[in-house]
């Protein structure tokens, strides 16, 4: 069983920059894609970007210029590095994965932009 830890969420300015990192750690060996997605105050969750385990980029219509994904298969960790982040961007970023095609979820870190 694959499980899901994001970090680097935190308070920063608008214009600003961030990178979140997500750890797998568990039963890795059946990880296929790895994303995020955020969620918010008020608004349903909705995909930020993914990344195949082949490598390739998905990045949604609305993020991207200002987002890029990478992942490091050794490590099991996929980034999301953000840039000239708006007060809009404040959320909460969450990690998915397929576990052999099971989706699993990490628990969530907050990014909070001030104007």
């Known amino acids: 069983q694959v499980r899901l830890v994001e970090s680097g969420g935190g308070l920063v300015q608008a214009g600003e920059s961030l990178r979140l990192t997500c750890e797998a750690s568990g039963t890795t060996s059946r990880l296929n894609a790895m994303g995020w997605f955020r969620q918010a105050p008020g608004k349903e969750r909705e995909r930020v970007a993914h990344?195949?385990?082949?490598?390739?980029?998905n990045t949604a219509d609305s993020f991207k210029g200002r987002v890029a994904i990478a992942r490091d298969d050794n490590k099991n960790i996929v980034y999301l590095q953000m840039n000239s982040l708006k007060p809009e961007d404040t959320a909460v970023y969450y990690c998915?994965?397929?576990?052999?095609?099971?989706?699993?979820w990490g628990q969530g870190t907050q990014v909070t932009v001030s104007s």
């Open positions: 990344m195949s385990a082949g490598g390739t980029r």
């Open positions: 998915k994965a397929k576990d052999g095609g099971i989706p699993v």
